[in-house]
């Protein structure tokens, strides 16, 4: 089970931490990966990083201003997002990373929490 938190109403320009743990049988995990689903559009990859070497990837739109973390000693991460624009705003879902590399494709994770709402104001 995946559980994401931190969400809220922030102005643009603002900071928000978004985090995410998991509990149950988690053994498989290699990493944990965001996602985002802005309004009306589809599920995008955001973000993932790998527990073996701390490996992280971004995707364009947030890489410089998104910082993904481990929660140490837990199966748990946080997501720092600075610099927030409007366009950020979403629901922000994290999953399981039980395969190589950090895939950007949705198809490639099968365990999603409950995603958070983050909104961002102009």
Same mark, same amino acid.
Request: net charge positive.
């Given at each position: 089970?995946?559980?994401?938190? =931190?969400?809220?109403?922030?102005?643009?320009?603002?900071? &928000? *931490? &978004?985090?995410?743990?998991?509990?149950?049988?988690?053994?498989?995990? *290699?990493? +944990?990966?965001?996602?985002?689903?802005?309004?009306?559009?589809?599920? $995008?990859?955001?973000?993932?990083?790998?527990?073996?070497?701390?490996? #992280?990837?971004?995707?364009?739109?947030? *890489?410089?201003?998104? #910082?993904?973390?481990? %929660?140490? =000693?837990? /199966?748990?991460?946080? &997501?720092? +997002?600075?610099? &927030? *624009?409007? $366009? %950020?705003?979403? /629901?922000?879902?994290?999953?399981?990373? #039980?395969?190589?590399?950090?895939?950007?494709?949705?198809?490639?994770? %099968?365990?999603?929490?409950?995603? !958070?709402?983050? !909104?961002?104001?102009?």
């Amino acid at each position: 089970q995946l559980q994401a938190s =931190g969400g809220g109403v922030v102005q643009a320009g603002g900071s &928000l *931490k &978004l985090s995410c743990a998991a509990s149950g049988p988690t053994r498989n995990s *290699k990493g +944990m990966t965001w996602f985002r689903q802005p309004p009306g559009k589809e599920r $995008e990859f955001v973000g993932g990083i790998r527990w073996s070497n701390r490996a #992280t990837d971004y995707a364009a739109s947030v *890489k410089g201003r998104f #910082t993904i973390s481990r %929660d140490n =000693g837990r /199966i748990a991460v946080n &997501l720092q +997002m600075n610099s &927030l *624009k409007p $366009e %950020d705003t979403a /629901i922000y879902y994290c999953t399981l990373n #039980t395969g190589y590399g950090i895939p950007s494709n949705r198809a490639s994770y %099968d365990y999603w929490g409950q995603g !958070t709402l983050v !909104t961002v104001s102009s």
